[in-house]
């Protein structure tokens, strides 16, 4: 039974498996991202979740305590400088896995990638692409309401462009109305217009 096995050793001893640890927060702190096999890709975020963590208080204390763990004075300078500033408004959640389709050739592991989630941009490009077309789609079409005079004004100030372009558009792309056929109960609509 493995009642309370929290860790995955990973086959080594604790010492090389620190030093590993260490070695592979420093790349990913250098480089956002690293491939590697998927234990080690969950056991690397659960060691380096709290050193980003930590690096949001730069102060001497807290860099004194993340260099005794890695050990490596360029991670730390790219952790205080460029990673803490953009990761200090997310609560937790700084490394994302994403896993690859492949496995390893010697030994058939599952592999991913590890990577920080404010450093993939194409991911971010797509957010902020999402949030500009939702913000600037949705409208409300309800006027009035409890504010009365006041809620349109505020609602005419803030969108005068749309509310002057909006009136042209509608006019010159309605359709036309069509006479609508009410069919009976099993009727198809070619039975309906031959009895018509």
Known sequence: ??????INHLGRTAAHRNAMLSNMASSLIISKRV??????????RQFVEPLLTKSKDDTTHS?????ATLQNK?????????????????PGGYTRILKLSATRAG?????????????N????????????????????????????AEAAGNEAGTSAAVVADAPAATA?????????DTLTNGETREEAETAE
């Open 63 to 67: 860099r004194r305590t993340v260099f």
């Open 172 to 180: 010159e792309s309605a359709p036309a109305d069509t006479a609508t």
């Open 74 to 90: 360029e991670s730390l300078k790219e952790l205080y400088g460029e990673v803490a500033a953009r990761i200090a408004n997310r």
């Open 121 to 148: 941009e194409t991911l971010l490009e797509a957010k902020n692409a999402n949030e500009a077309k939702a913000t600037t789609t949705r409208r409300s079409r309800r006027r009035g309401g409890k504010g009365g």
């Open 35 to 44: 491939t590697t096999t998927l234990a080690k890709a969950k056991a690397l």
């Open 107 to 119: 030994d058939n592991a599952d592999m991913c990638i590890i990577e920080l989630v404010d450093f």
């Open 1 to 6: 039974m493995r009642h309370g096995k929290k």
